[in-house]
């Protein structure tokens, strides 16, 4: 002889519920530890796009120097220099 839902008289919802209270202390612990990674990953999230915003500062300022001639060493042609060559 089984043991059927029936013989007990718990309908499916019953069971479940059960489950639940019986697992509701995992399901607190794993819901901990999402809320724990997702916070990480915000966090992680948030250093990357503040680095791209100072990379695409720095650039930006790096390119309108070189645009400007400012701060970019001038390499000079050596007959320039004065040849004293006889």
Do not use: W
Request: aromatic share 4%.
């Amino acid at each position: 002889m089984g043991f059927g839902i029936s013989r007990f008289d718990l309908d499916e919802s019953a069971i479940e519920g059960e489950a639940i209270r019986r697992s509701s202390s995992d399901l607190e612990l794993l819901d901990r530890m999402l809320t724990s990674l997702e916070s990480r990953r915000n966090k992680a999230l948030a250093c990357v796009a503040e680095y791209r915003a100072s990379l695409a500062h720095q650039l930006r300022e790096s390119a309108d120097r070189i645009i400007d001639g400012k701060g970019v060493l001038r390499l000079e042609h050596p007959s320039s220099k004065g040849s004293t060559a006889a």
